[in-house]
């Protein structure tokens, strides 16, 4: 799987957008970005994720680059509750097979009122 | 909303005991997965599972552990003497297919003293 690079932290005032960047420069063409996150020792949260064009559901939107190489994950309006490690993940996508997911250390993104 | 259950939430444990986890994947589910994350330190891939057969396996994966579907819905890691070294967060997660996205459970911390 390509590898990531992410900011280590980042901080967000309640209310605001935040937006996390990722770098994934080596991603292949079956390869979709994934984005989980960690609160506190709970088990990884599924967010969001996308293979080319832009996504949006309840929790988060992503936006990835035309070229692929790196993506965004944008929480709208975060909250003290969006505290977390926020892990961006490459992974491949093969019919069939089950693929594994490899965490990196992630950004942890810290709300602050 | 279905989510993937593991019991117990905490176990403590002799070192060189065996020790059994469990999980409840999502009942539509047909790909399982445990992870585990030592304190303070990544999330792992440990080993994926479908069809009745392991599908993959990390370097941590040795003979000391085992998985099984015992039933049509329980999901088991068996680690059989358990080390010191052991003592994690583990998590089971699960897919409807293995390009899809895995929902975690809530973890089992395992303490071996």
């Known amino acids: 799987d390509a590898k990531t690079t992410q900011p280590t932290s980042m901080d967000c005032a309640e209310g605001r957008a935040a937006n996390l960047p990722c770098n994934h420069s080596t991603i292949s063409g079956n390869e979709y970005v994934y984005w989980y996150r960690q609160i506190h020792s709970q088990g990884p949260q599924y967010i969001i994720h996308g293979l080319k064009n832009n996504e949006t559901n309840e929790m988060a939107s992503l936006i990835i680059t035309e070229d692929r190489k790196s993506s965004t994950l944008i929480l709208p309006h975060a909250t003290l509750r969006d505290t977390a490690v926020y892990y961006c993940i490459v992974r491949v996508s093969i019919t069939g097979t089950a693929s594994k997911l490899t965490f990196g250390t992630g950004t942890r993104l810290q709300v602050t009122l | 909303e279905p989510e993937v259950t593991q019991t117990p939430s905490h176990q403590v444990t002799q070192m060189g005991q065996e020790v059994i986890l469990r999980c409840v994947p999502i009942s539509n589910h047909l790909y399982f997965y445990w992870y585990r994350q030592i304190l303070g330190q990544k999330v792992e891939f440990l080993v994926s599972f479908y069809n009745n057969e392991i599908s993959e396996k990390s370097e941590i994966f040795d003979d000391q552990f085992s998985v099984e579907r015992p039933d049509g819905s329980n999901f088991t890691l068996k680690i059989r003497s358990t080390k010191l070294e052991d003592s994690a967060m583990y998590f089971c997660?699960?897919?409807?297919?293995?390009?899809?996205?895995?929902?975690f459970g809530q973890g089992t911390r395992l303490t071996v003293v």
């Open positions: 997660a699960s897919s409807v297919r293995g390009n899809t996205e895995a929902f």
